[in-house]
């Protein structure tokens, strides 16, 4: 039987490997995070010259380049594309801007294409970004940010925010989004956006038929996400 495992926060989660079953630490063999439903510990370590990323250019707007695109701004539009339909979701680099730098460089760089959400739960969150839909652990390229939380980014329905692992500084590639509103997160897990369109979507992954270890049965892959200026 296929058995690899992937540990949340605190205890092992989804076990698949070939004979029997090797536990391995989420964080240092996806080099992700993890969100837990009974603890709330939050996010990351630094990051390259503050702006977020990742490269050191300074400007600020979290694209890697400057070129001023459909990713800059303080409120940049991101299209989430999976296989069971689109989200779209408002960024609020206002109040995170390391956060949303650091998670746009990701965007651009097409990490996020043909990910799967490797942990979701009903009324909880749907997470992805650690893993390929070979279940290979994906390899981020830019380092841990710190945790950036604020008053005014609020873990509700539809909010997206940074998976992580024990330590509050350790959030990278990995996001989640909120299934309905999860205030015990607040303040602990870096959120910076919310979802504007596709509840219905995000409805759909979260009831999805999962294992014991709430990595669905058949995959939900999340194809593509990209920056743009009208909402499809």
Request: hydrophobic residues 35%.
């Given at each position: 039987?296929?058995?690899?495992c992937?540990?949340l926060l605190v205890?092992?989660?989804?076990c698949f490997s070939?004979?029997?079953?090797?536990?391995?630490?989420?964080?240092d063999?996806a080099t992700?995070?993890?969100?837990?439903t009974?603890?709330?510990t939050?996010?990351?370590?630094t990051s390259?010259?503050g702006?977020g990323?990742?490269?050191?250019d300074?400007?600020g707007?979290?694209?890697?380049?400057?070129?001023?695109?459909?990713?800059?701004?303080?409120t940049p539009l991101?299209?989430l594309?999976?296989?069971?339909?689109t989200?779209?979701?408002?960024?609020?680099r206002v109040?995170?801007?390391i956060?949303?730098n650091?998670?746009?460089n990701?965007?651009?760089?097409?990490?996020?294409?043909n990910?799967?959400?490797h942990?979701?739960?009903?009324?909880f969150?749907?997470?992805t970004g650690?893993?390929?839909?070979d279940y290979n652990a994906?390899?981020?390229?830019?380092p841990?940010i710190p945790l950036e939380t604020s008053?005014?980014?609020?873990?509700?329905?539809g909010a997206?925010s940074?998976?992580?692992?024990?330590d509050?500084?350790?959030?990278?590639?990995?996001?989640?989004?909120?299934?309905g509103?999860?205030?015990f997160?607040?303040?602990e897990?870096?959120?910076f956006g919310?979802?504007?369109?596709?509840?219905?979507?995000?409805?759909?992954?979260?009831a999805?038929?999962?294992?014991?270890?709430d990595t669905?049965?058949?995959q939900?892959i999340?194809?593509?996400?990209?920056c743009?200026?009208e909402?499809?």
């Amino acid at each position: 039987m296929l058995c690899r495992c992937f540990a949340l926060l605190v205890i092992p989660a989804l076990c698949f490997s070939v004979s029997g079953c090797e536990v391995n630490n989420f964080y240092d063999s996806a080099t992700g995070g993890d969100v837990s439903t009974t603890d709330s510990t939050g996010s990351d370590t630094t990051s390259g010259d503050g702006d977020g990323d990742g490269d050191g250019d300074g400007d600020g707007d979290g694209d890697g380049d400057g070129d001023g695109d459909a990713c800059g701004g303080d409120t940049p539009l991101v299209v989430l594309e999976t296989n069971l339909g689109t989200m779209v979701a408002q960024l609020d680099r206002v109040n995170a801007p390391i956060t949303v730098n650091n998670f746009l460089n990701y965007v651009q760089d097409d990490y996020y294409a043909n990910v799967i959400f490797h942990r979701v739960i009903d009324d909880f969150v749907i997470q992805t970004g650690g893993y390929d839909t070979d279940y290979n652990a994906k390899s981020p390229q830019y380092p841990a940010i710190p945790l950036e939380t604020s008053a005014e980014l609020l873990h509700v329905d539809g909010a997206l925010s940074m998976a992580r692992t024990s330590d509050p500084n350790s959030a990278q590639a990995q996001f989640f989004v909120c299934d309905g509103p999860q205030s015990f997160l607040d303040g602990e897990y870096a959120a910076f956006g919310v979802l504007i369109s596709g509840f219905d979507v995000l409805a759909n992954i979260a009831a999805v038929p999962t294992d014991s270890g709430d990595t669905p049965l058949e995959q939900v892959i999340l194809e593509n996400v990209y920056c743009t200026v009208e909402i499809p």
